[in-house]
């Protein structure tokens, strides 16, 4: 029977970069790949043995609901987790413990599944756990991976076209959900929001406070800059998360500020001049890029008890004012490396060559994964495309994949790259087949 790795997507600006790229270099050995909405084959039926590489078989922080692995485990496909969001917010092991132990646990794994972690602080936590004697292996993270600087002509016509030409801005990123969720409180903060652990219920009083004092911070800072730089243009990048409106109505009056949370964040950090962060993991991804990175600590919570201990606002330079900022935006220097600050938590190896040699490894003696040709009942689901039409028709999304579509410009983009072309097939609009070549 023929086998596939599956590759899930949860966020679609977040994953598709880097999943995309994972796929076009196993199918330049021959391997198959599907990536896929997470919830899809939930809805019609794992069909085809493999390997699947993501989080998303279980649902639900600790304790588990175990009811999709073990669907998936019946039809032989073997789990490697990888995790989308490493811990990497904390130096503090116990914290750091408390949130990779909600997020999973490993003693719900079977001996032959895999855990895959981005740094060796994540690995030695779960191996205190480990009961069923699993493969812990650090693999680092794709995501991350992509941002270094051998993809970035790969991916210059994508970003281009995302940032509609805009180049050397003053990138700002906030992450500011828990007071300006995109949704609703319930769904930002409720028991099935995947913040309903113990860990979350202790502290998120000081998240509470923290994001109210920061939203306005920022919102300032942003004002000050804009006007005092009218010749550059300052992009202001929510989290996805978050609501765009109160950013808008408050800058409205700023010409040359662009409010967007379109596309993955990659392709805003490779064409910032530079990168303006509080407690965001887009400071390490500034730094996997090497682009400048400023840490705004307003005064007004330096010293507070409820400011989060985030080990990414050690990464750059720190501000706490329009006036420190206006004095280290004339003396950027791009050639500063934090890397002793996130190395632990995160590897900076080839995260994507090692995963791929680590499927090799595991399927070199079984043909079922190469060069077979798509099967008739994955190329065309007549049901999923009839369902989106109608939300077409109705201007309706089910998903939160909006992003989904730039799937084509990452396929070039990673096509760029290696520097072959494969043949992908549209299964509908949130499922492709990445065949192996011949």
Known sequence: MKSFIYLPIEVSRRELSSKTMLAYKLAGQGISTIIFEHTYFDRYG??????????????????????????????????WHLDEEGGIYTKNEVELQNFLEARLDVSQLKNDDRLYCWGESQKKIFQKNNINKIDIKVSGS??????????????????????????????????????????????????????????????????????????????????DISKHYKDDIVV?????????SIYKFFLKDNPNVVITNDGPVDSWIRLAKVVLQ????????????????????????????????????R????ISNFEDF??????????????????????????????????????????SYFHHSTPLGLKYDFIENAKHLLEYILNRNAHELENFDNIKECFSAA???????????????????VEGKK
């Open 46 to 79: 794992w069909k085809y043995p493999g390997i699947y590489i993501g989080k998303n078989f279980f649902r639900t922080e600790a304790p588990h609901d175990k009811k999709f692995y073990d669907l998936i485990k019946q039809k032989n496909i073997s789990i």
């Open 142 to 223: 794709p995501n991350f991976e992509v941002l270094k600087e051998k993809y970035n002509s790969a991916y210059l016509d994508f970003d281009n076209k995302l940032t509609k030409n805009l180049k050397n801005f003053i990138l700002i990123n906030t992450k500011f959900a828990y007071i300006n969720p995109r949704k609703n409180y319930e769904a930002a903060l409720g028991i099935n929001s995947g913040n309903g652990n113990l860990r979350f219920k202790r502290v998120w009083k000081n998240y509470l406070q923290e994001d109210s004092f920061m939203i306005s911070e920022f919102l300032n800072l942003t004002d």
């Open 236 to 244: 202001l990048r929510p989290h996805p998360e978050e609501d765009v």
């Open 278 to 313: 509080y407690g965001c993991s887009t400071a390490v991804q500034a730094d996997f890029a090497k682009k400048p990175v400023m840490t705004f600590i307003p005064k007004s919570i330096k010293n507070t008890e409820f400011k989060m201990d985030y080990f990414s606002n």
């Open 315 to 318: 990464i750059g330079k720190e």
């Open 326 to 367: 206006k004095l280290n935006f004339d003396r950027l220097n791009s050639t500063e490396n934090y890397r002793h600050v996130w190395i632990d938590n995160i590897s900076d190896m080839d995260s994507i060559e090692f995963l791929s040699k680590e499927i090799l490894e595991f399927i070199q003696k079984d043909q």
């Open 415 to 433: 096509s760029k790259f290696y520097n072959y072309k494969v043949n992908t097939v549209r299964v509908n609009k949130y499922c492709y087949i």
